[in-house]
T-cell receptor
Framework: GEDVEQSLFLSVREGDSSVINCTYT??????LYWYKQEPGAGLQLLTY?????DMKQDQRLTVLLNKKDKHLSLRIADTQTGDSAIYFC?????????FGTGTLLAVQP | SQTIHQWPATLVQPVGSPLSLECTVE??????LYWYRQAAGRGLQLLFY??????ISSEVPQNLSASRPQDRQFILSSKKLLLSDSGFYLC???????????FGPGTRLTVT
């Protein structure tokens, strides 16, 4: 079935890089997305990658896609306390958008 | 530009009372609309989605119902709330069912 998995928790120090991982199951997914949810707020679309790309960079964010392993990652460079949030990956499935379980990123000062 | 609104932002209701949460979208026509519930700040559970006025699909059986009386209005209701209905309710919209979704600010519901 369609399932998107993420690790539950990641803790990093301010200024370090963060890498949030995601595995998905639908090899035909055309788009994959990363969302950020700050405490008490809705989800904010951060970035996306098309399936014919291996990497996409947007300022401090780098998305890596390994289609062979169905693995997606989000790297945040120079992580700041404002990056503390839950991060969701999502894949474009056959007839709907499928969200991952979410990774809580805690940034220690 | 498109904007999505939800209200109220927070709600405290006793068990057995009715519920009505509202979501409206501005700046787009014929959006697909979604209701999600998020428990304990973690995963999203899709409750309902709608592809048009009066068209509601339910993803999970539960104590809740949804209605879409207007193109850009989506309402989540319950006749009698349960303690287990507590959570953070999110509304979202998209152009296509498979496309990226844009979320509202959410409603925090506490059933006491």
């Amino acid at each position: 079935g369609e399932d998107v998995e993420q690790s539950l928790f990641l803790s990093v120090r301010e200024g370090d890089s963060s890498v949030i991982n995601c595995t998905y199951t639908d090899s035909s997914s055309t788009y994959l997305y990363w969302y950020k949810q700050e405490p008490g707020a809705g989800l904010q679309l951060l970035t996306y990658i098309f399936s014919n790309m291996d990497m996409k960079q947007d300022q401090r964010l780098t998305v890596l896609l390994n289609k062979k392993d169905k693995h997606l990652s989000l790297r945040i460079a120079d992580t700041q306390t404002g990056d503390s949030a839950i991060y969701f990956c999502a894949e474009r499935g056959t007839n709907k958008l499928i969200f991952g379980t979410g990774t809580l990123l805690a940034v220690q000062p | 530009s498109q904007t999505i609104h939800q209200w109220p932002a927070t709600l405290v209701q006793p068990v057995g009372s009715p519920l009505s949460l509202e979501c409206t979208v501005e700046g787009t026509s014929n959006p697909n609309l979604y209701w999600y519930r998020q428990a304990a700040g973690r995963g999203l559970q899709l409750l309902f989605y709608s592809v048009g006025i009066g068209q509601i699909s339910s993803e999970v059986p539960q104590n809740l119902s949804a209605s879409r009386p207007q193109d850009r209005q989506f309402i989540l209701s319950s006749k009698k709330l349960l303690l287990s209905d507590s959570g953070f309710y999110l509304c979202a919209w998209s152009v296509l069912l498979v496309a990226e979704q844009y979320f509202g600010p959410g409603t925090r519901l506490t059933v006491t």
